[in-house]
């Protein structure tokens, strides 16, 4: 056994399950900050930070629509989070069902 | 009378002063991810501390001195210099990542990076430390510190479901992430019995004068104080596995942490997790500053006393000081907070047995001890923290690669 060494099925497992991490967490900050639980400055940055994780895990899509709830904080445009909010959401219902999937394959 | 509200006092500062970064990041995660899974790594952890805490200030009513001095004493500076040395580390790395937590804590606040706020919480951290006495720093940041019972009420709001969280506190296997599993069962136990914990709390009952008198006061704060404090830490899990568990969302950031008071306190949730990280610590930052000074001081039998005036006791004042300014340039190069703390608890378990085998020697020298040296049952209970030490150490290293991978 090689120490700190992952097979590619795990890579891949683990790769799935931070960007849904990151995408739920990007879902959760924009509709917390609608619903004005959470300062539009943490927001801001959590969202940016998402986009971040995304990009390096290899999901530009989910990168590009936290970048687009990022700006929609940014202008304080409530109305306009809905939209990329919604495509977010089917990303995410995909990434679990991809991560249910391998997680079976164990 | 006095004794009636130094027990109060005392309970309120173990309950206040058991929470820190290192509690709420490797619960949050632990909750996160494994939701009740771990709830047993913090009770074993909980009942470790309650007997090391217990010796620890036992030992400094009996003997009227603090565990450095002791050990020094005992086995001599050459012993005693190389586990010493890893103290001084493990407490810098400590009292960074809870600079950092503060700093965190007004980054969520306010917008501003984490970077920026750590020059002036580590001049404020530092001022405390240099103007106030011991009582002002161990009250005032343990009251303060009550606050992060929001966690508990938030939890009570909840209605958990009782057979999960009752099955949470019996050790069971991972389904998933083994490493990472154990990882967070270590560093959660590492969180616990950070060994600054029992080096301030018997340099402080030195400070506050206690005798025998005071092994009864010393006895119920350990218990309650350190039981109703990991209360606060089961609650961080209990909520952490109730709000991101099911959403998938795995604690990377504490940012992703940071709104999981909102469901049960909509206004106030998000204020109240930032308040409970920056105040829990500051008080943490407050006692690994003044415990890195206290083993240093003690150890090369320097003057010492944060009640004495800087003057008095220069070198024990230099060293916080001098700890707080490496401290500060650590976390402004930019090291995640989070990360850090996780890696420092893993540590803090990996040495345990190091620094705890010569105090647990001392607390069985009848010499030194006589009649209050450890009962069969705190024996026993010691030789089962010495064997899970050793089982931390072996396994530590390549949980904190395989874990982190």
Redesign the interface.
Known sequence: MC??C?SQHDRET?RV??A??WV??AG??AQ?WV?N??????A???LD?ART?LTSNGEAESALLAATLRDAVHRADRAGVAAPLASLMAH?GSL?AQ?DQL?SE? | MKKGLQLFLGILTAIGGFFDIGNLVTAAQAGATFRFQLLWALALGTIIVIFLVEMSGRFAAVTKKSIPTGVREHFGVRVWIAPFAILVLLHFLTLAAELGGIAFAL?????ISFQIWVLPVGVLVWLFLWRATFDAIEYSTATLGLIALCFVVAAFMYHPPRSDVLSGLLPSLPK?DGAKYWLYAVSIIGALIAPYMFYFYSSGAVEDEWDKSYLMVNRIVSITGMSFGAVITAAVIIMTGLVLHP????V??I??A??VL?GAF??W??LLFAASMGIACTGAAAEVGLSLAYSTAQTFGWNWGESLEPKKDARFALTYTVAIVLAMLLMMLGIDPLKLTIYTMALNAMVLPIVSIPFLMLMNDGRLMREFTNGIFTNAATAIIVLISFVLFVVSI?LV??GS?
């Not at chain 1, 639980?37 to 943490?42: F, G, I, L």
């Not at chain 2, 980054?107 to 917008?111: D, F, I, R, Y």
């Not at chain 2, 959403?247 to 795995?250: K, N, P, R």
């Open positions: 120490w700190g992952k683990a399950q931070k849904l991490s739920s967490t959760s900050v917390l619903e639980r959470v300062p539009a400055r943490y801001e940055r959590t930070e994780e995410r679990h991560s997680e164990k | 980054q969520l606040v306010t917008g998933q959403l998938d969302i795995g990377d950031s940012n992703q940071a709104f909102t909509p206004f949730g998000f390549p690669i395989m991978g």
